[in-house]
């Protein structure tokens, strides 16, 4: 006979130190899970604060605010009859942890904290934290808040399991998933049926199977229940944690939350039967032999179980089968993704909506296909009765207590501003093509020359100094060039900030705008962009996708979302519109830039992924391009590249806040930490390039030369 049990994970979209709005979720979704037959409930890692509190861990507050929360939980009808995974930072002997804190009979059973921390890419955890040690128990002197509640002063604080009166329970916490020696291996052997991860994994494009891979890997090789407890949303900077709770059973997804939504709460459940991940565990008769050689955890014990009564005599009760797990292709993702973290944005900032200047060009216009989709989900939701998406969206229509939105066009109308900012050195098709886009998208959208405000500075600047620049095109200097140039650019970031706090009051409307940006991951790469120019904005939902992910997510979109518009630009070749058309010119990025895009994409992957420096890059670049070029060919591309990316680097310390979204994002804020002032000769390692392509280009010669002599 099997042994049924019903377990809940969830996802929750968490807010950075909105202590009230985070225990609200909490106990939100600890109804759900009762109200679903679930008496295991496991939440996201640091759920109590919201994980991206960063130095804000530092602060004595943060810690106070965590018990008193925890207090809510514990005194609340919710936490009655359930065995809860809260995540919480605690400080002990005053040191400071991540931890998860596990409730149950409104007691707290256990404080758990987090052995292996994530202290790479987006992570710092080692400069809030400090890792426990594996195995290691030791009693916490409980506040005295929590006493009044629960009657308890000590408690266990330490790497230990909880038996209850049917099942053994064991914590991991997101990094320890990923780590080689993941603690689930030895709880495994020592008994542990149910893992429980609450982790804060943030999306990246193509990340996702990672986690699903490991879960799958883990149960299957030990056997047992995995749960996976995740954030959803932006909780305040760069990040958008993508959810997707889960539940695997012995190698295979039983229950699969959504990666990508609108709502504040998500809770997975599933029943399944403890009697499958014994007799799976039997069959392996050398897992017997490693068992018995484990050192056993400390357990602490609980006088209830995880079954309900009625289950036992309910013959339609069964175990949730096993299902295929879902991904989203990558065109998928960049169409929800940012669009989620932009609706988080715009509703917690509480501004009035988005301005973007329209350009015409394909990267502004995945910004505004990106806004398009936001309004679409909020549309979708609003239909499905979603209660915070309405209020939100009332908020942002102006307050109308009747307003529902149900066609997103009109929704973007109301919030969603754009405007082409062009000058005589732009073109009558991007012209077009912006006021197409607006139109079909449904933006509030107006079109602007700003030619004379751009002589005015030129005749200021020869007004001063009795020179006039001149374009190259007409006999200038690149210095001169470059300059011009500049001064539209940054004359479009001005007009934007101005548009964007006054065009909500044209419209009789309140509030003020946040200014969009749209340079792609590849020019900030590079450093083709102007400092302060319109690069520079609020929020760029596009920062850190590659350009040709971005031309694949307009194919998606120009179907998906029914807008040909969109293949007019796939088709247009990227240009700044910054110089002066001729007969014989027209401004190209990829000629400008002296490299073509999908270059920079390798280029920026080998220099932060597979962490290559010149060198390094050169001889990986050398052989995989060995067929189309010579080494030499190879080595001006290298340090090419390398003396662009150096001479610019210092462009990144004032880049836009960008939706973090490709791994080799060159964010300088907290992802990609490198110096911005080099040495752009970079004159040892190009030497040694030197050397290698000069010895590799003779010995090609010598080996073509002896196959002529054979």
């Known amino acids: 006979m099997g042994h049924l049990i019903t377990v809940a994970t969830c996802s929750l979209n968490q807010w950075a130190l909105d202590f009230e709005g985070n225990l609200q979720r909490i106990l939100e979704s600890i109804r759900i899970a009762k109200k679903k037959g679930a008496k295991l409930r496991v939440g996201p890692e640091l759920e109590v604060t919201g994980y991206g509190c960063y130095d804000h861990f530092l602060e004595g507050d943060t810690y106070l605010h965590s018990w008193e929360v925890l207090a809510e939980i514990l005194k609340s009808d919710e936490a009655k009859d359930m065995i809860l995974d809260i995540g919480m930072p605690v400080m002990h002997k005053s040191v400071k942890y991540n931890c998860r804190v596990i409730i149950a009979e409104g007691r707290i059973l256990l404080i758990r904290p987090k052995i292996f921390l994530a202290n790479d890419g987006n992570y710092r955890e080692l400069r809030f934290f400090t890792p426990w040690t594996a195995k290691k128990v030791e009693q916490y002197y409980l506040p005295r808040m929590i006493t009044k509640i629960t009657n308890q002063t000590l408690v266990p604080f330490g790497d230990c399991v909880i038996s209850t009166l049917d099942t053994c329970i064991g914590c991991e916490t997101c990094e320890e998933l990923f780590t080689p020696a993941s603690p689930h291996i030895n709880m495994g052997l020592d008994g542990v049926e149910i893992f429980t991860n609450s982790s804060g994994s943030h999306h990246e494009l193509r990340k996702l199977n990672t986690r699903i891979d490991l879960m799958k890997a883990a149960t299957l090789k030990v056997g047992g229940v995995y749960l996976y407890a995740n954030q959803q949303g932006c909780d305040g900077d760069r990040l958008y944690y993508d959810g997707c709770a889960l539940i695997v059973m012995n190698g295979e997804v039983v229950a699969q939350g959504s990666q990508f939504s609108l709502r504040d709460v998500e809770v997975v459940t599933a029943t399944v039967d403890l009697e499958e991940v014994r007799s799976f565990r039997a069959r392996m008769t050398s897992r017997g032999f490693q068992a018995e050689a484990t050192a056993a955890y400390q357990r602490e014990h609980v ?180 300059a011009l140039q500049n001064i539209q650019a940054r004359l479009r970031m001005l007009l934007s900030y101005l548009f964007a706090q006054l065009l909500p009051w044209c419209r009789s409307s309140k509030g003020n705008l946040l200014v969009l940006g749209s340079a792609n991951v590849d020019e900030s790469l590079r450093g083709y962009l102007t400092k302060y120019d319109c690069s520079s904005a609020d929020i760029n939902p596009i920062g850190a996708v590659s350009k040709s992910d971005l031309k694949r997510f307009i194919a998606y979109a120009q179907r998906q979302f029914n807008m040909p518009i969109l293949g007019e630009f796939l088709d247009a070749v990227p240009t700044a519109e910054l110089e002066p058309i001729t007969e014989n010119y027209v401004q190209s990025d990829e000629v400008d830039m002296g490299m073509s895009y999908d270059d920079l994409s390798v280029y920026g992957r080998l220099r932060k992924i597979y962490r290559c420096g010149p060198y390094s890059m050169f001889s990986r670049l050398v052989h995989e391009w060995g067929d189309e070029m010579s080494p030499s060919e190879v080595a001006v591309k290298v340090k090419r590249f390398f003396f662009f990316y150096s001479i610019n680097r210092h462009k990144l310390t004032t880049i836009t806040p960008s939706y973090h979204a490709e791994a080799y994002s060159p964010d300088d804020n907290r992802f990609d930490l490198r110096p911005f002032l080099y040495n752009a000769t970079w004159k040892w390692q190009f030497d040694k390039i030197d050397r290698s392509t000069m010895e590799l280009e003779r010995q090609t010669s010598e080996n073509a030369l002896n196959k002529q002599i054979d």
């Not at 329209?358 to 979708?380: E, N, P, W």
């Not at 405007?419 to 449904?442: F, P, Q, W």
């Not at 509030?444 to 007004?463: A, C, P, R």
């Open 303 to 482: 006088n209830m179980s995880l079954t309900h009564s009625y289950i036992k005599t309910d013959i339609h009760i069964r175990p949730t089968k096993s299902k295929p797990h879902f991904f989203h292709i990558p065109e998928e993702e960049i169409a929800l993704g940012p669009a989620c973290w932009l609706w988080d944005y715009l509703r917690r900032s509480k501004t009035s909506g988005y301005f973007l200047p329209l350009s015409g060009g394909i990267d502004s216009c995945a910004t505004a296909t990106i806004v398009a989709s936001m309004c679409r989900l909020v549309v979708k939701e609003a239909s499905e009765g979603n209660v915070e998406v309405i209020d939100d969206a009332r908020r942002l229509a102006g307050g109308d207590p009747k307003y529902i939105p149900t066609d997103p066009r009109e929704f973007a109308n109301r919030i969603f501003y754009t405007c082409y900012m062009g000058t005589e050195n732009s073109s009558a098709e991007t012209r077009k093509r912006a006021k197409d886009l607006a139109h079909v998208i449904g933006s509030y959208h107006t079109d602007l020359n700003m030619d004379t405000v751009v002589k005015s500075i030129h005749s200021l600047f020869t007004l001063v100094t009795g020179k006039s620049p001149k374009y190259k095109v007409h006999g200038g200097t690149d210095t001169e060039n470059l």
